[in-house]
């Protein structure tokens, strides 16, 4: 579901992704920490309105999946 949201976000209108942690909590750690990537490349989409595009995640285990996970929620 996370993915083809993404891709929504990456080939229509929309101006913004909104996912709650409970999305992710049978996946693995490192698909979400690839997930968490796929995020932060969002912010190089531009709407229509040439805003960038934005994701909002609420993420409530970060420590939990390793450093490079923090990292990635700290940079955005």
Do not use: C, W
């Amino acid at each position: 579901m996370a993915i083809f949201d993404v891709a929504m976000l990456r080939h229509t209108p929309l101006p913004f992704l909104i996912h709650d942690s409970a999305i992710i909590k049978f996946v693995g750690h490192a698909p979400v920490r690839e997930l968490l990537s796929v995020y932060m490349q969002s912010a190089n989409l531009t709407s229509r309105a040439g805003e960038p595009k934005q994701v909002f995640f609420s993420f409530d285990a970060t420590t939990a999946y390793g450093q490079r996970a923090e990292e990635l929620v700290a940079a955005t």
